[in-house]
């Protein structure tokens, strides 16, 4: 049974920072693309940052580009979202997400497997 499992969410105020971690059990992502996506009460889900398979490289939504960053460790079968800056419009439930392909996924249909999500609340 594959299951991906965040932890790291909190309160923490303006400013401040989280990490978020995704531990996947069940098989391995190590060629997937693997994402983060946050959904806000009553707004949609949306894109946040990815990683692609086993090159590593990064993209990230306009609205976190320069204060988060997404790494994985394929050995440990985790993904990372270290969260800079933090923002009051930061608050929402995170998700980890791996992708059907292995490069280059922004959009919730091209995700196949998702986490539970860990709250996120940033306070102004």
């Known amino acids: 049974q594959v299951q991906l499992v965040e932890s790291g969410g909190g309160l923490v105020q303006a400013g401040g920072s989280l990490r978020l971690s995704c531990a996947a059990s069940?098989?391995?992502?190590?060629?997937?693309?693997m994402g983060w996506f946050r959904q806000a009460p009553g707004k949609g889900r949306e894109f946040v940052a990815g990683i692609s398979g086993s090159a590593g490289r990064t993209y990230y939504a306009d609205s976190v580009r320069g204060r988060f960053t997404i790494s994985r460790d394929n050995a440990k079968n985790t993904v990372y979202l270290q969260m800079n800056s933090l923002k009051p419009e930061d608050t929402a439930v995170y998700y980890c997400?791996?992708?059907?392909?292995?490069?280059?996924?922004?959009?919730?249909?091209?995700?196949?497997?998702w986490g539970q999500g860990t709250q996120v609340t940033v306070s102004s």
């Open positions: 997400a791996a992708c059907k392909g292995s490069y280059y996924c922004t959009r919730t249909e091209e995700y196949d497997f």
């Open positions: 069940g098989r391995t992502f190590s060629n997937n693309a």
